[in-house]
C-alpha cells in the first residue's frame, strides 16, 4: 500500500508565502510523475503543477511565475513553493502520484487527503 500525506496548508495574507509538501511512504520501489492539484467547492479539480522523475516541470497558467514545485527522489516527497499568492488561490491542494511502481511490481496512481489553503486578510 501507498500513501501520500500532505502538510503546509493554513491561511497565508495576500501576497504572502506558503510552502506545500507532500511525502509517498508504503512499499515504492520508483515514483514516476508527481503533481499537486487543486478544487474549489463546487468545481471541477484543477492542475496546478506536475514534475517528473528528471525535473521536468509544468504549471497551470494561472500559477506561472508565481508557484514552484520541486521533488526529492531520495525521500519520494514533492513540494508546492507558493508565492506572491491571491484569495483565488484558495483551495483544497491535492498531492498526486502517477506511476507509483511498487516492490511488487505494480503500478499505481496515488492521492493525498488534501490540505487547505486559505488566502485572506
Known amino acids: 500500500q501507498v500513501q501520500l500525506v500532505e502538510s503546509g496548508g493554513g491561511l497565508v495574507q495576500p501576497g504572502g508565502s506558503l510552502r506545500l509538501s507532500c511525502a509517498a511512504s508504503?512499499?515504492?520501489?520508483?515514483?514516476?510523475?508527481m503533481g499537486w492539484y487543486r478544487q474549489v467547492s463546487g468545481k471541477e479539480r484543477e492542475l496546478v503543477a506536475t514534475?517528473?522523475?528528471?525535473?521536468?516541470?509544468n504549471y497551470a497558467d494561472s500559477v506561472k511565475g508565481r508557484f514552484t514545485i520541486s521533488r526529492d527522489n531520495a525521500k519520494n516527497t514533492v513540494y508546492l513553493q507558493m508565492n506572491s499568492v491571491k484569495p483565488e488561490d484558495t483551495a483544497v491542494y491535492y498531492c498526486?502520484?502517477?506511476?507509483?511502481?511498487?516492490?511488487?511490481?505494480?503500478?499505481?496512481?496515488?492521492w493525498g487527503q488534501g490540505t487547505l489553503v486559505t488566502v485572506s486578510s
Open positions: 514534475i517528473s522523475r528528471g525535473g521536468n516541470t
Open positions: 508504503g512499499s515504492i520501489f520508483r515514483i514516476n510523475a
Open positions: 498526486n502520484a502517477d506511476g507509483v511502481i511498487t516492490m511488487t511490481a505494480r503500478t499505481l496512481e496515488v
